[in-house]
């Protein structure tokens, strides 16, 4: 191999490598480390579940002591879709809301979108995918969705997909 050529393939695979590296956030907490009952995100939620704040939780369910993240999440979901916007809770649980974004999207939670009143609101999604294969050959597929939500009760929903060889 010449000299060229060897520095074009160890300038690719620092490049590969630092992308990765960066991709990484070291200080992001994870989802099983344990909350302490003595924070603050825990104290907050056991009193918000004490209140009655959490339909499908009980004190019980603090009796063990630390819990992982992803736990106290589930119980900090579960508040969030029985939650009034006009509790006086309602400044603590948009904190821990902030501060546990990860995990409940984890959970599979979603903020429902409030629609303009007598204003139509149009969502679009896609993806697209293009593959090489080791013959030449290529292929190609784009997809749409689209919903429409025109009032109250009332939603159109279209999806379209299109291959391309």
């Not at 009952?37 to 019980?60: F, H, I, M, N």
């Not at 603090?62 to 969030?80: C, H, N, P, Q, W």
């Not at 697209?128 to 290529?138: H, L, P």
């Amino acid at each position: 191999m010449t000299d060229m050529k060897k520095t074009i393939f160890l300038t690719a695979l620092l490049a590969a490598a630092s992308i990765t590296g960066f991709a990484y956030n070291l200080y992001a907490p994870n989802s099983f480390d344990p909350v302490s009952p003595k924070s603050w995100d825990y104290r907050t939620v056991e009193t918000l579940c004490r209140e009655g704040k959490a339909p499908s939780y009980t004190t019980d369910f603090f009796s063990r002591g630390s819990m992982t993240r992803y736990e106290l999440a589930s119980v900090i979901k579960d508040m969030l879709e029985h939650h009034n916007e006009k509790d006086k809770d309602h400044e603590s649980l948009m904190k821990l809301k902030k501060e546990y974004a990860r995990e409940l999207e984890a959970l599979g939670y979603r903020e429902e979108k409030k629609i303009p009143e007598g204003k139509p609101m149009l969502e679009m999604s896609g993806d697209g995918r293009i593959r090489y294969n080791s013959d030449g050959d290529a292929d190609g597929r784009v997809r749409v969705n689209t919903r429409w939500h025109i009032g109250d009760d009332t939603t159109v929903n279209a999806e379209g997909t299109k291959n391309v060889k």
